[in-house]
């Protein structure tokens, strides 16, 4: 079974710092997805960025980018230029053949002003 | 706004009732999921239809269960609940099952279920 573990319970950043948050997965599968999901105190869970594991480019949308180290099976989030609003816990999450994800723990993240 | 709707967003409740969740897809996706959240095992997938179908059984207890109905909404059925059944519960949807897509879900904002 596909497991996901991100091993960092917890992160602190500077605002307008740069964080990164780990994440690893197991699978047996060469086609997958892996993403990055945001859970704001509103409990909303939002999506942040995706990866194709089929794309060697690393994904990124504005201040989030990704490190995806497909043989490792390492997927981080780099967080640039961080703003009070990014505080939220993250969650690491991998879904293949069109079926559910499978989230790691998640991280909470926490933004010093 | 996910457009994913569940109510109600808060429901307490003693050991031993019952309750009903009930979730609306986004306009057009046809995949439903559940997934419950609580303090100590994170996410947790329960179960997936597809265009009323079950598709996909997670860690779903069998005192719970779910269907998907013609019009597509679904609903989580709980019953002879207990303490550590307490938690959030989240409803997704996405378009469709085979095939990814945009391989992403779509998430309601959950329903804080609390057992007293």
């Known amino acids: 079974a596909q497991t996901v573990t991100q091993s960092q319970p917890e992160m602190s950043v500077q605002e307008a710092e740069t964080v990164t948050l780990s994440c690893t997965y197991d699978?047996?599968?060469?086609?997958?997805?892996l993403f990055w999901y945001k859970q704001p105190p509103s409990r909303q869970m939002i999506l942040v960025i995706r990866q194709e594991a089929y794309k060697q480019q690393n994904a990124t949308e504005n201040r989030f980018s990704v490190n995806f180290q497909k043989a490792a099976k390492s997927f981080s989030l780099k967080i640039s230029d961080s703003q009070l609003g990014d505080a939220a816990m993250y969650f690491c999450?991998?879904?293949?053949?069109?079926?559910?994800?499978?989230f790691g723990a998640g991280t909470i993240l926490r933004v010093k002003s | 706004d996910s457009g994913v709707t569940q109510t109600p967003k808060h429901l307490i409740t003693a050991t031993g009732q019952r309750v009903t969740l009930r979730c609306s897809p986004r306009?057009?996706?046809?995949?439903v999921y559940w997934y419950q959240q609580s303090l100590d095992q994170g996410l947790q997938f329960l179960i997936q239809?597809?265009?009323?179908?079950e598709r996909a059984k997670g860690n779903i207890l069998e005192r719970f269960s779910a269907q998907q109905f013609p019009d597509l909404h679904s609903e989580l059925n709980l019953s002879s609940l207990e303490l550590g059944d307490s938690a959030l519960y989240f409803c997704?949807?996405?378009?469709?099952?085979?095939?990814w897509g945009t391989g992403e879900l779509f998430f309601g904002e959950g329903s804080r279920l609390t057992v007293l």
């Open positions: 306009s057009g996706d046809l995949s």
């Open positions: 239809y597809y265009n009323g179908e």
């Open positions: 999450a991998y879904g293949a053949d069109g079926n559910k994800l499978v």
């Open positions: 699978t047996s599968e060469s086609d997958y997805y």
């Open positions: 997704a949807s996405s378009v469709q099952s085979d095939g």
